[in-house]
């Protein structure tokens, strides 16, 4: 079966997220972006199924601004077969309904019977673009997944959910869409012949005007702040009781 | 102008979640309905003395128990005609389902609303709380999850009516097969009034039983940074942070735990921090209250000895 894997190229996790003072919105010029790391697990999975025989072909998406290819470049150095570049101006916001009409469009076009995606973005941390897309396909739909079997008829798969109550297991007819959690897999890293390799893999480039999604605003940012953490007075103990007798004055035992 | 809260039930009992929820609709509406999806129209009665509610939905099916989200989002989308907002409590249960009825109604949704500034206006985090994003919704209908830490509970003290909706349950793309249900005695993490939470520093899963050891003698909850989960010293349910769950008890003990950005998302709230560390420059330590820099194993044992 065919295996779509979308993915974000986001602000690099171990980076602190500034505010610009001019513009008021996150200040990502010459930050460091890396690929979202749910993605990267998504990534790894869709390799492991095609090296087991399960994925006929691995097929990476990501939509944004000419740097994107960067992220979708180092998909294919990693293992995808191939990729596509949804490309947008530079300053475009798309949301996730936006992002999951756009997929949806390309997983109609590719015929793709199981998207792969990460369980949220580290930098907008909605955690709706899967879950849009499954209701925008009507597709089956396994959020957070940390286990994915397919079933010996290859007609559906058993996929097990990290929820608040525990581990869910369910069956998912085949189309189906899966948003990943961290415990599933450890993405590996690609080797230096392989981003060799990864310049000569297929990149389609598709305009987003093209594609016939309305992409006009359905939220507005109106401004943003840096919450930060604040400092606290650290007050340095040395004993378990001396410890204790604080928290106790201060009411919380 | 109505609000429609989304109910979790686990059995007959309410998730707390909801019970934010609620008092979030109140601040958009004069008019607040809540809807419970369930397998036992009898596990909905006790949704009609949380204050706040005038009338609860119920749509009872055996499917509903462990309902997918394809199925929970049409029965949602199905009765949202009558109303302007749909509210749930941010929980796995919420964000595997609100976006699903995004979808459906063209709406984009609003995830983890942390404060109501206006009826389309809300303050959301994101990069994992470092930034707090004002954000103004152009739909006609809007779709909340509401952080469960940003709003008070609404308790007991309601009499709604009841009202059984009479929908016939679509076919599934998805069944359920099992849950393997986290089996703890302890308090609930979310709404726990103390957490003891480990890290990687414990340095194996043996060693963290100590920290469920002090949990129970400070009648606390466990919690875990993610470093201890993919260490695999305790499952993920436990995890809190950007990816796992936020908190903000009275009192959060921090064993072990250097304190990633991703960490601090999930605690930064709370009322007292206590970081025990043996590493005096971990970033965890700025964020402290009460720090003991020692022996983690020792300092855990004294405590439990001494608590």
């Known amino acids: 079966m065919k295996v779509i894997i979308p993915i974000k190229r986001v602000l690099d996790p171990y980076t602190q997220a500034r505010v610009d003072k001019q513009t008021q919105m996150v200040d990502l010029t010459n930050a460091k972006m890396a690929m979202n790391p749910f993605c990267e697990i998504a990534v790894e999975e869709a390799l492991k199924l095609k090296e087991s025989g399960v994925a006929s072909e691995t097929i990476v998406i990501s939509i944004g601004s000419d740097k994107t290819v960067d992220t979708l470049r180092t998909a294919l150095a990693m293992g995808i077969d191939r990729a596509i570049f949804i490309k947008t101006e530079s300053d475009l916001d798309l949301q996730p309904l936006h992002i999951g009409k756009i997929l949806a469009e390309i997983v109609k076009r590719e015929d793709a019977s199981l998207v792969v995606m990460g369980k949220q973005a580290v930098d907008n941390d909605n955690n709706q673009t899967g879950q849009m897309l499954s209701g925008l396909l009507d597709y089956s739909l396994g959020t957070f997944i940390s286990k994915f079997t397919l079933s010996d008829d290859a007609q559906s798969i058993e996929v097990s959910r990290e929820i608040d109550s525990g581990i869910e297991t369910r069956r998912l007819n085949l189309p189906a869409i899966v948003t990943v959690d961290l415990r599933l897999n450890e993405p590996r890293y690609a080797s230096l012949p392989n981003i060799m390799k990864a310049r000569s893999k297929p990149l389609e480039t598709i305009e987003l005007s093209s594609l016939d999604v309305d992409v006009s605003p359905r939220v507005k940012v109106i401004s943003v702040v840096e919450s930060g953490t604040k400092d606290r007075a650290a007050k340095q103990v040395s004993s378990a009781k001396e410890l204790l007798d604080e928290l106790t004055q201060m009411g919380v035992l | ?307």
């Open chain 2, 1 to 307: 102008m109505s609000a429609l809260v989304l109910i979790e039930l686990h059995g007959s009992e309410i998730s707390a979640n909801s019970r934010a929820a609620v008092t979030a609709a109140a601040q958009l509406s004069d008019s607040v309905d809540a809807l419970v999806l369930t397998n036992d129209a009898a596990n909905a009665t006790a949704v009609a003395s949380i204050s706040g509610i005038n009338t609860v939905k119920v749509i009872t099916d055996s499917s509903l128990e462990h309902v997918s989200a394809g199925i929970a989002s049409k029965l949602i989308a199905g009765v949202m005609s009558d109303y302007q907002y749909l509210v749930a409590g941010s929980a796995t249960y919420s964000k595997n389902i609100i976006p699903v009825v995004g979808a459906l109604l063209d709406v984009q949704p609003i995830t983890d609303v942390c404060e109501v500034k206006s009826a389309n206006t809300f303050v959301r985090p994101l990069y994992a709380g470092n930034i707090m994003a004002t954000v103004e919704s152009c739909d006609t209908t809007i779709l909340l999850t509401v952080r469960p830490t940003a709003f008070e509970h609404s308790e007991d003290g309601g009499s709604a009516t009841l009202e059984e909706l009479s929908v016939s349950v679509p076919e599934s793309n998805s069944t359920f097969v099992s849950l393997q249900e986290s089996q703890s005695e302890r308090p609930e993490l979310t709404t726990a009034e103390r957490i003891v939470s480990g890290g990687r520093g414990l340095g194996s899963q043996e060693n963290f039983a100590l920290i469920e050891q002090l949990a129970d003698k400070l009648d606390a909850a466990v919690g875990a940074s993610r470093a201890a989960v993919d260490a695999g010293f305790i499952s993920n349910d436990y995890q809190v942070g950007q990816t796992g769950k936020v908190v903000a008890p009275k009192l959060y003990m921090a064993v072990g735990i250097s304190g990633a950005i991703q960490h601090l998302a999930g605690m930064k709230d709370s009322q007292v921090i206590v970081v025990i560390n043996n590493d005096a420059d971990a970033p965890m330590a700025r964020m402290a209250d009460l720090v003991w820099n020692t022996d983690l194993f020792g300092a855990v044992q004294e405590l439990i000895d001494n608590a």
